[in-house]
């Protein structure tokens, strides 16, 4: 009698266990992404534009859910953009938007780019980050940069730099090769701004050995800087591209 007892006990058990694995259901996912890995935009020569990034969610709940995003800026001209530190989805739905407004403060003729991500909070799996990559825009005008050498070509460089110090487009030393006679560059800016030229002698004597060598900066027939000879380590000259 005992034995067929325990026996019953041990049917029981069983059965019990396997109607709680029958009946036990896991909590839903919760899951949030972006609509796409990356923006692109422009902003126009005084004015503001705004990028909205859609969200989604992977499930759909009847109440207000919010989520906290990272916004990293640190690629980006300072203060040119305004974004929020969360977003909300609202009950009924798995789309949010997050609006970021973009201004034209600061940023010069570079490339912009905002990163974003959210911030997981332990209850949420969160998709890859995305980015908005922006620019100023303006109308562009082509320049051209000859440069005769003195004979150590891999001594020179060169930069253009924008009115807020920001290196738009240059050459190192070592670019040019020593015994090269001369060097034409295209050179694309935006029209209607100031830049400074700056030519560079690693060795400190300009484009003066053993030959006296010259450089000329020219918009259409318009000469921007010139210079040559015996300049020392470097030469600087402000111009316009008006």
């Known amino acids: 009698m005992k034995k067929i007892a325990y026996i019953l006990l041990i049917v029981l058990s069983v059965v019990s266990l396997q109607n709680c694995e029958d009946t036990y259901l896991p909590p839903s996912l919760e899951y949030i992404t972006f609509g796409k890995t990356v923006y692109s935009t422009g902003v126009d020569v005084g004015g503001s534009t705004t990028v909205e990034i859609p969200v989604y969610t992977g499930n759909i709940v009847s109440t207000d859910r919010t989520f906290n995003v990272d916004v990293d800026g640190s690629a980006a001209a300072a203060g040119s953009y305004t974004a929020p530190s969360s977003v909300t989805i609202p009950g009924g739905t798995n789309k949010g938007t997050i609006s970021v407004n973009l201004t034209d403060t600061n940023l010069g003729i570079g490339v912009n780019k905002l990163s974003i991500k959210f911030i997981a909070d332990g209850s949420t799996t969160v998709g890859a980050a995305t980015s908005i990559e922006y620019i100023q825009n303006c109308e562009e005008v082509t320049l051209t940069l000859n440069i005769v050498f003195d004979g150590y070509g891999s001594e020179t460089g060169w930069n253009i730099k924008d009115a807020l110090g920001g290196v738009v487009v ?55 800087a010139t210079g040559g000879g015996d300049f020392g380590a470097s030469e600087t000259t402000a111009f316009d591209t008006n």
Do not use: H, M, W
């Not at 040019?176 to 694309?188: F, K």
């Not at 560079?200 to 020219?218: C, E, H, K």
């Open 170 to 224: 240059s050459k190192p030393i070592k670019t040019y090769a020593d015994g090269q006679a001369t060097a034409s560059e295209t050179i694309t800016l935006c029209a209607g701004r100031d830049y400074t030229f700056t030519i560079i002698d690693d060795y400190g004597d300009g484009l003066s050995y053993p030959a006296n060598g010259s450089y000329t900066l020219s918009l259409g027939n318009t000469v921007k």
